[in-house]
């Protein structure tokens, strides 16, 4: 017997009439059940529309991985240019700074290797390396080849283009670590086997988190056109850092000698004695010397995807795409520092993505990591491959792989560059692009088979992500294949 409160209005309300008959009560009772069923149908109700409006929310989770200068934030680029072209526009001007440092690295790379040369060819100065900016150790492993015809032109040259060594130190200062390259190091750096194993009780430290919700925007923060809002004071500061007029002038001042020394052939006969590419290394400029040491120079898309600055920690890039299959939705993407000592960092942002974007050049088959000499550069990506296939933690991802880089694949297999005499399991095959980007291919498939925890679909494309028209092509059936992944995790929340 149920004992009613007297003073309960409610409960008294609600409560069965005292003389309830057997069939009232079994009446009473079956719409009680009826009306928590409704109930409760309304409740699971509100919660699925809840969910589906989250799942609507969440942007798509794009991860880049893949070594140091393997295109990575090119790729991002991109993206940026043919889904968010907006803000692509509104970052134009501010690259510039970058493009200039870029151009200026490409002439104080000429002046080392003529100081060097100088040098060599002046046992007084052997010991001492002149004010070269290679180190003792690189001078000496270096091939000593024939002196070379140094003329009073190239000693005035050196000296007339001195003052882009205080522009180079003046960008960098105000570009920050991005601006600076790692050098080659034999310490200690996490190898790729062991690049995710980071002690779960520590985060990543400073430089490995993410700099910036804006990614690259820190960098180029100081070089932000001006706003109407701010001091007139601030605004001229402002213009002035854009403009870098102080490097402007410098450059503009040095046009015609920039181009005198990249034409000539005695230095052509150094980088070429030094089996140096500079043409293929990130941020070569020099041909664009004409268009960029002027004062009205503005970056075209192909000098912002072409130019080098380089990734810091791990940075979160958001995008409202407004072009493609996902207009209107917001894309967060994630690009990471790929030097050896920063992959510890990565695993960090594998919970929840959608997929990655693995980038590998196949161009770097006879190349050495920057910041390890010791290491080949395709035997790098495939140990770091080896690596992101096999993490369980992404065992349910799509990976899509970009074997980047073939311009420069397809030039150098022209010069005559043999791949068996740097990767001997190449064997006897056709030294021809074909077939070395089938054998390579194949390698990074077989990879993804042995390794990966659950059988996983292998997505390849083969790209150079400089050539903008191409890569719009590539990135239309990546975002259609993200996309479809993106909404299946979505259901499965
Ligand atoms: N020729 C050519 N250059 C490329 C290609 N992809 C990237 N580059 C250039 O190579 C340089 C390095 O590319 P990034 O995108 O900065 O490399 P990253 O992987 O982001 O490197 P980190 O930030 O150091 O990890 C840049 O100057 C690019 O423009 C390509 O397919 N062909
Ligand atoms: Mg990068």
Redesign the pocket.
Known sequence: MVRISEDDPLALAIAPPPNESPEERQVRESAEAEATRINNEIDEQLRLEKVALRKKKRPVKVL?L????????????NFQLHYAHREWAQERASWRAVIQL?LIRNVNYILDNIVREMSMSDPSKRSTGGDSSFSDDEIETQPRGPSFQFTDKHRLLKLRLGPLRRAQADLECRLGAASQE?LSTTVNTATPFDAFHVPQHRRPAQEFCISSSNGWKSALDKFRPFSAGRTEQHNVRRRKDIEGDDVTDVLVGCKEDMKTIWEDSVVQEILHQRRSRIE?S???FLPAVERIASRDYQPTDNDI???????VGVQEHRFLFEEGRTAGKEWLMY?????RS?RAAWAWYFDDVDAIIF?S?I?CFDEKLAEDRRINRLEDSYLLWRSVCSSRLLSKTQIILFL?????LTAKLRRGVRVKDHVPSFGERKNDVATVMKYFQQHFKEISRQSSPEPRPFFVHF?????TKATAATLSVVEESILRDHLRNADLL
């Open positions: 880049l893949g070594q140091s200068e393997s295109g990575k934030s090119a790729t991002l680029k870029n790692v293929d990130p941020g070569f995807i072409r130019a080098r600055l380089r990734t690009d990471v520092g790929g030097t920063s980038l050049p161009s980047n880089k073939c311009d420069i790209t150079s992500v400089v050539d």
